[in-house]
């Protein structure tokens, strides 16, 4: 069974950065991977994801230009580096894994094996 663990939330302040990361226990480096956030009430919403290859990215409106994907295969580890942040970004942060080999990302929830348990972020105004 493949495990993932997130760290690095935290809180901050508006405007500020945060960066998380997620570790497998298995090897990643075929697969797409992803993250998604719950903010309290609300649904599970896609973040961004990350081909294997890590050249194909792909993120939520909601965070494009502020947020960035990436991985180091070799590390079992994909990363989100979360920069502007505004108070509408605090949720729980989940990291996924798509054991599905293809060139591209992986962007539906339904469509990950794999999940983590989450990491809090919580952005103050």
């Given at each position: 069974?493949?495990?993932?663990?997130?760290?690095?939330?935290?809180?901050?302040?508006?405007?500020?950065?945060?960066?998380?990361?997620?570790?497998?226990?298995?090897?990643?480096?075929?697969?797409?991977?992803?993250?998604?956030?719950?903010?309290?009430?609300?649904?599970?919403?896609?973040?961004?994801?990350?081909?294997?290859?890590?050249?194909?990215?792909?993120?939520?409106?909601?965070?494009?230009?502020?947020?960035?994907?990436?991985?180091?295969?070799?590390?079992?580890?994909?990363?989100?580096?979360?920069?502007?942040?505004?108070?509408?970004?605090?949720?729980?942060?989940?990291?996924?894994?798509?054991?599905?080999?293809k060139p591209g990302t992986t962007i539906f929830g339904w469509e990950y094996e794999y999940w983590g348990q989450g990491t809090?972020?919580?952005?103050?105004?």
């Amino acid at each position: 069974q493949t495990q993932l663990v997130e760290s690095g939330g935290g809180l901050v302040q508006a405007g500020g950065s945060l960066r998380l990361s997620c570790v497998t226990s298995g090897r990643i480096g075929q697969y797409p991977m992803g993250w998604f956030r719950q903010a309290s009430g609300k649904e599970r919403e896609f973040v961004a994801a990350i081909s294997w290859s890590g050249g194909i990215t792909d993120y939520a409106d909601s965070v494009k230009g502020r947020f960035t994907i990436s991985r180091e295969n070799a590390k079992n580890s994909v990363y989100l580096q979360m920069s502007s942040l505004k108070p509408e970004d605090t949720a729980v942060y989940y990291c996924a894994l798509d054991v599905a080999q293809k060139p591209g990302t992986t962007i539906f929830g339904w469509e990950y094996e794999y999940w983590g348990q989450g990491t809090q972020v919580t952005v103050s105004s």
